[in-house]
């Protein structure tokens, strides 16, 4: 294993989540795509910091993944209220940025 | 500036702003038809209390400058009008023995005929037009007399003016009254040319003198005589200045050559005639030249014009006056005869003593003429003293008032007249050795004398005596008309006791120029001469009319040209319809065939070329503005169908639109860094 298959993977990883994301209608797959591209730059982030031995990269490493796990606390309860509106979780029907 | 302070000013102030309050008053009542119980006798009693605000303020002033002394002064300042050039024009009155005087006498007078008014104008149309314009003329009068500069003098000039307009066609509906208020208006506008002439003239000293614009020449530092070469085109300003005033002053107070409107002016109602038209309006010109007196006696040939333009007013009209039927215009002609007099006094420097003569002659011509609108209310209005006569019986107390007036303008002791005429024939006799023109002017001045009680007792005999005629009918409550006619006798009677041991003339040396003394001996002869002259006038009077009337029939029979010529005053009128006035006609239907001819083909021109311009600019609107509008519009509305596209609202596609961006930025940031290193 070298630095080059983590970037890969990091990068695969990434454009999976960028590829959710924007196929997918129902805000929670969004989400998850979100939570791909989040992850996909952490493991870029890690495998930097694996081989060049590099403690910065570590932490920024866990500190996406702190941020993706509160970015998902408030997206749900947003995604949650949005349901309590509509009654459905398209994105279809979340017109409401032309008003 | 002593006597300067706020309470004075508001004081002053009054006597301007009372009359003019009434005027608005009832103006209003009259303008907007306004009716309500006893609408004639509320307009008549504020009409009167305005007025007589006004005398009273007007008399306490004069009573406090006659308590200053010969020099005294209140001056007072109401506000600024407008300034140019640094010359300030402003709303100053100035309260000398001159204006004092000059204005407690308007407002006297005035009240007595808003008084008199009351019975004369009963019952009649627009009775509160007429007193709201007589209160607006009390009051432009006075601005005319109290202003202390020259253009706020032209206010109260131009405001006489108008006034004597409305009035004198205050009968609008006849054709001869309102046909004379043009007259009379048209003529004085042509004076006002000249006065507004001066005016600039005045203005153009004021730049090189500092402060002539005023009439306080005491307090010029500099001698008017210097400003005698001061040249315009050739002639010396002051010369000019001074004629041009003249001319207005002519105009506005009947002389040759203007004098003709004045006994059209007597289409007006006769308290009217009597204040506007014999007491105060015509005598402004006179005041004026009194005001300026030390400018004009700096400019001794227009003094001399203005000498030998009274003389020879003065006897014309009083020559027209003998040949006259008509009651007021007897009247009118003694009015511009009268103050031809005067205006020859004033052209040969006896300043105070015309201004004398004015004030005397104020009471009784406006005695006498308030007698003629009593018998013109006895016999319906008819003018015409042919067919009057012996109504002395009838009412004994116009005929003594009219009587004594007759006297008085007479000159026989010891009436008014008397002490004023007297003095003005002692200064005529005094420059005597000054020339063949004195001369003339003192022998004018004797024929004046002799020819007064000519006409004015023809006119007396006339109407109270000889066979009765007419259609007498006595009125009732008359009291106001009988008592305002006492009143004025025994002014008429008094006023010439004012000057006894020259306490008249004293009082005024400050204000009013006079000319060195010469010193001469004869008064009493000259008063001798002047009362024999008068009585012995009186008498021919009587004999022509009383005793042999037969004669004097015989004697118009024999001169028939002669005497259609002198009754129809030397065809002066007639004279000024073939020329001038022909003259202006025919100028005008040049001028209005210049206008259609030349100026309105130029118009039609210009408009047809507005018009081709406008078609060409309408063409290119429809062709190339439209256009372009149009396509701007499709443009942006095509953008605006695009880009509406973009803003579905719809979450994912603007998930699209950020990738989007974030490639274009990403790969330019690439390119610039590739860019920057090779």
Same mark, same amino acid.
């Given at each position: ?99 | 500036?002593?006597? /300067? ?23 209003? @009542? ?26 009273? $303020? ?8 006659? *308590? ?26 100035? &309260?000398?023995?001159?204006?004092? =005087?000059?204005?407690? $006498? ?27 314009? #007589? ?8 601005? #005319? ?85 001061? %040249?315009?085109?050739?002639?010396? +300003? ?20 203007? !004098? ?15 204040? @506007? ?81 004015? @004030? ?8 006498? /003429? ?9 016999? %319906? ?66 024929? &004046? ?6 006409? =004015? ?42 000057? $006894? ?42 004999? #022509? ?10 004697? =118009? ?22 020329? +001038? ?12 065939? /210049?206008?259609?001819?030349? @100026? ?17 600019? %309408?063409?290119?609107?429809?062709? +190339? ?10 443009? *942006? ?19 699209? !639109? ?21």
């Amino acid at each position: 294993m070298n630095l080059h298959t983590v970037l890969l993977t990091g990068s695969l990883i990434f454009l999976l989540g960028i590829y959710t994301t924007l196929t997918r209608k129902n805000l929670i797959s969004i989400l998850m795509g979100m939570e791909l591209i989040l992850n996909g730059a952490a493991v870029q982030f890690a495998g930097f910091a694996l081989f060049n031995n590099d403690g910065n990269g570590r932490v920024m490493a866990v500190f996406i993944i702190t941020i993706a796990a509160l970015e998902a606390a408030v997206i749900l309860a947003l995604i949650y209220s949005l349901y309590r509106k509509t009654g459905n979780l398209s994105s279809d029907s979340m017109s409401d940025l032309k008003k | 500036m002593d006597y /300067f302070n706020l309470s004075t000013e508001h004081l002053a102030a009054l006597i301007i702003f009372s009359p003019a309050a009434g005027f608005l008053m009832n103006g209003w @009542i009259s303008f907007f038809n306004i009716r309500f119980a006893k609408r004639d006798l509320f307009v008549f009693l504020t009409a009167s209390l305005f007025v007589f605000i006004s005398f009273v $303020i007007s008399s306490y002033f004069l009573f406090q400058i006659f *308590s200053f002394g010969s020099e005294g002064k209140i001056p007072a300042h109401l506000g600024s009008w407008f300034s140019v050039n640094k010359i300030p024009f402003q709303f100053d009155i100035l &309260i000398d023995p001159l204006s004092g =005087i000059m204005a407690a $006498i308007i407002s006297l007078v005035s009240l007595i005929v808003h008084l008199y008014s009351k019975d004369y104008m009963k019952n009649e149309e627009g009775f509160a037009r007429y007193f709201a314009v #007589l209160n607006l003329f009390t009051a432009m009068m006075l601005i #005319l007399i109290l202003s202390d500069n020259i253009m706020f003098l032209f206010l109260g000039w131009e405001g006489v003016g108008l006034c004597s307009y409305l009035l004198i066609g205050f009968y609008f509906k006849k054709q001869d009254a309102s046909r004379a208020s043009l007259k009379a208006f048209m003529i004085n506008r042509t004076g006002d040319f000249a006065f507004l002439a001066a005016v600039f003239f005045l203005i153009h000293l004021y730049s090189q003198t500092g402060s002539l614009l005023f009439f306080d020449f005491n307090s010029v530092n500099f001698s008017l005589t210097e400003l005698r070469h001061v %040249h315009f085109s050739g002639l010396p +300003v002051i010369e000019i200045t001074a004629f041009l005033l003249f001319a207005a002053a002519a105009a506005k107070s009947a002389q040759i050559p203007f !004098y003709t409107w004045l006994p059209d002016a007597m289409a007006g109602p006769t308290p009217v005639s009597a204040l @506007i038209h014999a007491a105060t309006m015509v005598t402004a010109g006179i005041y004026l030249i009194l005001r300026m007196s030390h400018f004009f006696l700096a400019a001794p040939f227009t003094m001399d014009v203005i000498a030998l333009t009274g003389a020879f007013t003065s006897i014309l009209a009083g020559i027209f006056a003998l040949f006259q039927f008509d009651i007021k215009k007897v009247l009118a002609f003694s009015t511009i005869s009268q103050l031809g007099f005067i205006f020859l006094a004033l052209g040969s420097g006896a300043f105070q003593e015309g201004f004398f003569h004015l @004030i005397t002659h104020a009471f009784f011509k406006a005695s006498l /003429f308030l007698c003629a609108g009593a018998i013109l209310i006895y016999l %319906h209005h008819n003018g015409d003293m042919r067919k009057m006569g012996g109504l002395f019986h009838k009412d004994r107390l116009t005929g003594t008032v009219f009587f004594i007036a007759a006297l008085s303008i007479s000159g026989i002791f010891p009436f008014a007249g008397f002490f004023s005429k007297d003095l003005i024939l002692i200064r005529l006799y005094e420059n005597l050795n000054s020339g063949p023109l004195s001369v003339f002017l003192f022998s004018a001045g004797l024929l &004046i004398a002799f020819i007064t009680p000519l006409y =004015i007792f023809r006119q007396f005999f006339m109407i109270f005596f000889g066979k009765e005629k007419g259609n007498f009918q006595h009125s009732q409550n008359m009291y106001f008309i009988k008592s305002m006619l006492i009143l004025l006798t025994l002014l008429s009677f008094l006023s010439g006791f004012l000057n $006894i041991s020259g306490f008249f003339t004293d009082f005024l040396k400050h204000t009013v120029s006079s000319m060195a003394n010469q010193g001469a001996a004869g008064h009493t002869l000259i008063a001798a001469a002047a009362g024999s002259l008068s009585i012995s006038a009186v008498f021919i009077s009587w004999l #022509l009319h009383i005793k042999h009337p037969a004669f004097k029939e015989a004697v =118009i029979a024999r001169s028939g040209a002669i005497y259609r010529f002198l009754t129809g005053c030397f065809y002066v009128d007639e004279f000024y319809q073939k020329t +001038v006035i022909l003259f202006i006609k025919k100028a005008s239907d040049y001028s209005a065939l /210049f206008d259609r001819s030349i @100026i309105d083909s130029a118009v039609r021109l210009v408009s047809e070329i507005t018009c081709r311009i406008s078609r060409l600019s %309408h063409s290119f609107e429809k062709h +190339v503005v439209l256009k372009t509008v149009r396509l701007i519009v499709q443009t *942006s509305k095509t953008f605006g169908m695009i880009s509406r596209n973009l803003q579905t609202g719809y979450l994912h596609n603007y998930l699209h !639109y950020i990738l989007g961006g974030v490639l274009i930025l990403g790969s330019m940031m690439i390119w610039l860094d590739l860019w920057r290193k090779f």
